[in-house]
């Protein structure tokens, strides 16, 4: 199970009664960002997590999203449930958002659910 908060003023107001009228279980990775969302680690680690072929500013949580999505997952956005808080830091690059765009893309049109350059790299085996 893949659970998104969403961002914005708006968003900030926490209720169970508005929540359960409002959220609501899709397979889109449109919306995600990585500031806000959580996975089982068993899910993480079965899609290979993170794909560290991204360089700079991209859609790596998206992507990222779209393998635990081809790969069983369900994804629900927990409207007014998560408060997120956001820490101030410099944007990354974008000079390589073509390049990491194309990952995204082929994550989602070949339907990927396993990427090789990923978490597995950083745990004993």
């Given at each position: 199970?893949?659970?998104?908060?969403?961002?914005g003023h708006k968003n900030a107001i926490r209720s169970n009664v508005l929540s359960h009228y409002l959220s609501k279980t899709n397979q889109n990775a449109d919306s995600v960002f990585s500031c806000n969302f959580s996975f089982w680690r068993q899910?993480?680690?079965?899609?290979?997590?993170?794909?560290?072929?991204?360089?700079?500013?991209?859609?790596?949580?998206?992507?990222?999203?779209?393998?635990?999505?081809?790969g069983g997952a369900s994804k629900k956005q927990l409207k007014h449930l998560a408060v997120c808080y956001h820490l101030y830091h410099p944007e990354l690059s974008r000079k390589m958002a073509q390049?990491?765009?194309q990952i995204y893309d082929d994550a989602i049109s070949k339907k990927l659910t396993y990427c090789r350059n990923g978490i597995k790299k950083y745990i004993p085996s």
């Open positions: 199970m893949l659970f998104a908060a969403q961002s899910d993480a680690i079965n899609v290979n997590g993170f794909n560290c072929d991204f360089v700079g500013w991209g859609a790596e949580d998206k992507e990222f999203c779209v393998r635990l999505i081809n390049v990491n765009q």
